[in-house]
Nanobody, 116 residues
Framework: QVQLVESGGGLVQPGGSLRLSCAAS????????MGWYRQAPGKQRELVAA???????NYADSVKGRFTISRDNAKSTVYLHMNSLKPEDTAVYFC??????????WGQGTQVTVSS
């Protein structure tokens, strides 16, 4: 089992920045990938960014060049640095962890609202 605690969401003006954090605990040695998804009202949950063991990262096209995912393995924490935020980035952001055993775990979600 892996437990996830997210923090860092909030209200920000267009063009602003936020940093999301997700701390993992439990069976952290089994973690293969850590990432972030988001779900806007009326839309499907979508991948935003992922960090895979070994250093590979993936980003949604809509956030490339604006968002950066980073991972502190010593703290079992993944971060999402979000810059140049747009109103269309407004969503609930969920931390996700995938394990070597094929299990997926989700955080409780944190609201990000981009509005003037």
């Amino acid at each position: 089992q892996v437990q996830l605690v997210e923090s860092g969401g909030g209200l920000v003006q267009p063009g602003g920045s936020l940093r999301l954090s997700c701390a993992a605990s439990g069976s952290i040695s089994s973690i293969y990938a850590m990432g972030w998804y988001r779900q806007a009202p009326g839309k499907q949950r979508e991948l935003v960014a992922a960090s895979i063991s070994g250093g590979r990262t993936n980003y949604a096209d809509s956030v490339k060049g604006r968002f950066t995912i980073s991972r502190d393995n010593a703290k079992s924490t993944v971060y999402l640095h979000m810059n140049s935020l747009k109103p269309e980035d407004t969503a609930v952001y969920f931390c996700n962890v995938a394990t070597l055993g094929g299990h997926a775990y989700w955080g409780q979600g944190t609201q990000v609202t981009v509005s003037s």
